[in-house]
């Protein structure tokens, strides 16, 4: 799952919104001095990202790709479904996406100096490009690979994969139509297990 996703998931608690970002950025424990909403947001976040890996639909999805994509197959999917989440946003949320995304750019920068470099650089950048409400088009998708691609140590095709993914889309957007509801309800059972 990429960014859009980990928020809707995330629900409205805005510590949860900033653990599920900073799930992207910490590596190893949680911090016990974190408030208890936002080490929950890191662990539904880890949580969320294993439920995915390992489901079978996502599996499908990856496996549509073929090298030199394939290594980076994972990305590509991430991605594409954070584009089918943004194209059909209304399926899923009565909250306009630009709304939605206005909230989670406000709650994040509220409290963003709090967080390690490498997150605030990340809220600057989602914020000032509006990067939720550009994954609606493909050319935000685009946008977002070829930066991606470019932080990446090693070489690597992902600036140029977007024709790949354009090539796959029907058959992604069945595939995260049909998962998407399984990750909702798995988010919402670890949310509700923690009295949120």
């Given at each position: 799952?990429?960014?859009?996703?980990?928020?809707?998931?995330a629900?409205?608690?805005?510590?949860?919104?900033a653990?599920?970002?900073?799930?992207e950025?910490?590596?190893g424990?949680?911090?016990?001095d974190?408030?208890?909403?936002?080490?929950?947001?890191?662990?539904?976040h880890?949580?969320?990202?294993?439920?995915?890996?390992?489901?079978p639909?996502?599996?499908?999805?990856?496996g549509r790709f073929?090298?030199?994509?394939?290594?980076y197959?994972?990305?590509?999917?991430d991605?594409?479904?954070?584009?089918?989440l943004?194209?059909?946003?209304?399926?899923?949320?009565?909250?306009?996406?630009?709304?939605?995304?206005?909230?989670v750019?406000?709650r994040l920068?509220?409290?963003?100096?709090?967080?390690?470099?490498?997150?605030?650089?990340g809220?600057?950048?989602?914020t000032?490009?509006?990067?939720?409400?550009?994954?609606?088009?493909?050319?935000?998708?685009?946008?977002?690979?070829?930066?991606?691609?470019g932080r990446?140590?090693?070489?690597?095709?992902?600036?140029?994969?977007?024709?790949e993914?354009?090539?796959?889309?029907?058959?992604?957007?069945?595939?995260f139509?049909?998962?998407?509801?399984?990750?909702?309800a798995?988010?919402?059972?670890?949310?509700?297990a923690?009295?949120?």
């Amino acid at each position: 799952m990429n960014y859009l996703a980990h928020f809707h998931l995330a629900g409205e608690d805005p510590e949860l919104l900033a653990g599920s970002l900073l799930g992207e950025f910490l590596r190893g424990p949680v911090p016990e001095d974190w408030s208890p909403g936002v080490r929950l947001g890191v662990r539904l976040h880890r949580q969320v990202d294993a439920f995915t890996d390992a489901h079978p639909l996502t599996a499908r999805s990856r496996g549509r790709f073929q090298p030199p994509f394939r290594r980076y197959a994972g990305i590509l999917v991430d991605l594409f479904y954070d584009h089918c989440l943004a194209r059909d946003w209304s399926d899923y949320s009565p909250v306009p996406l630009a709304e939605f995304a206005r909230v989670v750019y406000a709650r994040l920068g509220v409290r963003q100096a709090e967080w390690p470099p490498a997150m605030q650089r990340g809220i600057a950048y989602m914020t000032a490009h509006d990067l939720l409400c550009s994954y609606r088009e493909m050319e935000g998708v685009g946008r977002a690979l070829r930066g991606i691609s470019g932080r990446l140590r090693r070489a690597n095709p992902l600036a140029d994969a977007l024709p790949e993914l354009e090539r796959h889309a029907d058959g992604l957007a069945e595939d995260f139509a049909a998962f998407f509801p399984d990750v909702v309800a798995h988010a919402a059972r670890i949310r509700g297990a923690s009295g949120q």
